[in-house]
Nanobody, 121 residues
Framework: QVQLVESGGGLVEPGGSLRLSCAAS????????IGWYRQAAGKQREMVAR???????DYADFVKGRFSIARGNARNTVDLQMDNLKFEDTAVYYC???????????????WGQGTQVTISS
């Protein structure tokens, strides 16, 4: 059973930085996308950044130039470096893993429990 555990959320002032980490366990397959989504209060969950096939990174427009996603040093981990944080980045951030068939087709999807990121002065 795939499990995703996030860490690194917290409270930071505007312009500050945070680094989120996600550790995936139980991953017995090689074709998957992994990344981060977020959900602000009263809004729909939205993609923030992800690593898709071939190690290609994909970012939402609202974080380009500020956030960076990368594989962690440990196996099956992914980090999200968030710089120049803004009030509107306040949300619960979720790690997401999508098992694929190798051609981009989704076979299963998994979510972490979420970690709160709050930007406040």
């Amino acid at each position: 059973q795939v499990q995703l555990v996030e860490s690194g959320g917290g409270l930071v002032e505007p312009g500050g930085s945070l680094r989120l980490s996600c550790a995936a366990s139980g991953v017995s397959f090689s074709n998957y996308y992994i990344g981060w989504y977020r959900q602000a209060a009263g809004k729909q969950r939205e993609m923030v950044a992800r690593i898709v096939g071939g190690g290609i990174t994909d970012y939402a427009d609202f974080v380009k130039g500020r956030f960076s996603i990368a594989r962690g040093n440990a196996r099956n981990t992914v980090d999200l470096q968030m710089d120049n944080l803004k009030f509107e980045d306040t949300a619960v951030y979720y790690c997401n893993l999508v098992k694929t068939n190798g051609w981009g087709g989704s076979l299963a999807e998994y979510w972490g429990q979420g970690t709160q990121v709050t930007i406040s002065s």
